[in-house]
């Protein structure tokens, strides 16, 4: 339990650095004169690029190497991406330095996954896995809950007279703290690993393939889960600007409740997403695994429309639902993979479902949202292009997770 605790750890510090920013960039936006092109793009594509040309090699690394290590290293990564943005001066350095954040979020969490998986039975992941989704959410929360907050104080502070911008003093708080929350890590340790498969220690291409011939099963349950992120991601990244722009609230002001429907859905999400993971798993019903993603992605369709919503608490109230949908299928896909694809298999899988994920999910969704609002008529109608993102987006991971359950249901090559 203490290892999956320190697990935990790792992972809400991991997404606290990287959710952050984004509290924050609306003022960050205005101080190195931005657009919400440029902002989607260092809050996008900036972290998919070195998810797209490392996640296949290092998910290689996690099913064959030290995971501890590379626990470690990706820490060091996201730390320094954060201390950097606080001296951004430039789009160029912006956007280096959101890539080097964005590694963290992804690459903490597959490490975290394939230790956490190797802790416990097959039976009882998906409430392993629960743990880490609920790091994963407490960051998040405590990065927007904190980060607005702080941005106050410093703003009241400074009165115009400090060094540093507020925003960066934000991001260099975060960065020192981080540098601390590493130390316990020193307390992990390698656990030996369960169910290698009969390909164990296969090279890369071969693995590949092997995960190519459960493609009935996993090119669904991909299509499912990236489709769920990218309404998720556009909705987090977003939805501040479009609270500070169209319902007049500042990040001091809306920084704790957002803070805490993040807590909250994300909570409540794990927890159904975890319980309903490991009742499909013991259940009668094949595939019923991935029941609660299908129900989850049909719930998300509509509450995709918060940014539509005359006023904060029907915008909170769907946005909480949609969160909370995309926690519960996050997490079943995550005990999906646990329990259908080999121990050994794992680390590539995920890779393959973090390289299409962050191109089509992490990269394309911010970016997409700033087209689609150009189509409605420009920045002004930011609110327009976010919902229809979300609404097309949720409803892809509706088809995409019953299509996968079915396949499961049929047989299909690993599970």
């Known amino acids: 339990m203490a290892h999956l605790l320190l697990l935990a750890l790792a992972v809400t510090c991991s997404f606290a650095m990287q959710v952050v920013f984004i509290p924050l960039q609306e003022t960050a936006k205005l101080d190195l004169g931005l657009s919400d092109l440029q902002i989607g793009l260092a809050q996008g594509f900036a972290a998919s690029i070195p998810v797209a040309l490392l996640a296949i090699p290092l998910g290689r ?31 160029t350095l912006l956007f280096v330095a959101r890539m080097l954040s964005g590694v963290g979020v992804t690459f903490a969490l597959p490490v975290a996954i394939s230790l956490a998986a190797d802790h416990c039975a097959p039976s009882s992941r998906g409430r392993a896995l629960l743990l880490l989704s609920t790091g994963r959410i407490v960051g998040t929360a405590l ?72 493609r009935p099963l996993l090119a669904p ?37 957002m803070g805490g429907i993040l807590l909250l859905s994300g909570l409540i999400g794990s927890v159904l997403g975890g319980l309903s993971a490991d009742w499909g798993y013991k259940g009668r019903i094949r595939g019923g695994l991935l029941g609660g993603a299908v129900v989850a992605a049909v719930c998300a369709i509509p509450a995709a429309l ?58 394309l969704a911010p970016t997409l949202v700033t087209l689609t609002s150009s189509l409605f008529g420009g920045e002004a109608f930011l609110r327009e292009g976010l919902a229809s993102v979300a609404v097309t987006a949720s409803a892809l991971s509706a088809w995409g997770f019953l299509r996968a359950a079915r396949a499961v249901r049929q047989g299909s090559p690993g599970s």
């Open 221 to 257: 349950l991909f299509l499912g889960q990236i489709a769920a992120a990218m309404a998720v991601i556009a909705a987090g990244i977003w939805a501040a600007p479009v609270l500070a722009r169209d319902y007049g609230q500042q990040p001091e002001e809306f920084g704790s409740w």
């Open 143 to 214: 990065a927007f809950a904190l980060g607005g907050s702080l941005l106050g104080v410093l703003a009241r502070a400074a009165d115009g007279e400090a060094a540093l911008a507020p925003w960066r003093g934000v991001q260099l708080i975060f960065g020192v703290a981080s540098l601390l929350l590493m130390l316990p890590l020193l307390l992990l340790r390698e656990p030996p690993r369960r169910e290698i498969s009969e390909v164990a220690d296969l090279a890369l291409r071969p693995a590949l393939r092997a995960i190519w011939r459960r």
């Open 306 to 363: 918060f940014p539509l919503m005359p006023g904060p608490a029907s915008f909170g109230l769907l946005l909480g639902i949609l969160l909370t949908s995309g926690a519960i299928t996050g997490l079943v896909t995550a005990t999906a993979i646990a329990v259908l694809v080999p121990n050994d298999l794992r680390g590539v899988c995920l890779g393959v479902l973090f390289v299409v994920g962050a191109l089509f999910g992490t990269g």
């Open 61 to 91: 690394l996690v099913d064959r190497a030290n995971r501890v290590r590379l626990l470690w290293g990706v820490a060091a990564v996201w730390t320094l991406g954060v201390i950097l943005t606080a001296f951004a001066h430039s789009f």
